[in-house]
């Protein structure tokens, strides 16, 4: 396992290319970086095995996030754990150190009321509070503190190429995408052959529709890398209730911060939810009191710091082949 601290630079590179291209070819990175392909490869797999990297595909469209509190009798929770974690809906849950309680990202359509009932009547749980996650306002191309490896002119070498391909070509989703999105979810850089294989497509259409899919905004990838390895070891759920006319101001501001992996307005009794990445609990004690603190318009927070992770961005992963 890397240990936090154990990253050389090189490694760092290699994670900031991959968060601006996920699907971005070795070849290409190496180019760029200024290493081998077998180099950047071996970083990667080494990363990956070791299920400290991970990148996801997501389809966009037609669904809606929402996030979940949820309360369990303690013998129940593990039972709960498993069962929100084998579902396909569900990512990002965590077991919470305060309440003892879980908390999870549901995503489903819009109303999401089948969903939502379903989910409080499972075995086990006591009650489900639901915020609908509106516009994410920090963190969207990732988290700040692991895009800072590259210079400049390395980080437009590797968005050009991206930005020269047509915003929207093709067509929007189609029922024949469904095992090609499935597989995705599960390796969001599965070859191009091994796709091929597992959809029944030719590996012509294969990358035909990974580009049209992606370009319309259909599908997108996140690379999910545990933040131990830049020395941050609390995860912590922050609430805030900002006043309406200030939370343009406070979303701006938590773009900016550093600690911030990622941030949403939201429905439900606060309004703005962020996801924070700290060193440990003395950091966010100063973050509280100096970076929140200093913003106009905020009337209260709350926090619960991760006391694990059950699941992360995708699918739970199965054995590495």
Partial sequence: ??????LDADDRRVLHALQLDPRASFARIGTVLGLSERTVSRRYHRLRSQLILRIVGHEQTGRADW???IMTAPAAVDAVSRALAARRDTSWIAHLAGTGGLSCILRTTATAGDALEQLRRMPGIGSVTAQRLLAPVAGVGGWPGRLQALTPEEQRALIEPERRAPSVSGTGRLPTDEPLLSMLAADGRMSIARLARGSGMPESTVRRRISELTARGV???EVEVDPKLY?????????LTVRPAAVRAVSEALNAHSEVAFAATTTGDSNVMAILELTDSEALHHYLADSIG???GVERVRTEIVSDWIKRAGPLPMLRR
């Fill in 67 to 69: 996030l979940l509190q």
């Fill in 219 to 221: 599908l997108m990838f």
């Fill in 231 to 239: 020395g941050r070891g609390t995860d912590v759920l922050c609430w």
């Fill in 1 to 6: 396992m890397v240990e936090s601290g154990k």
């Fill in 294 to 296: 200093a913003l106009a």
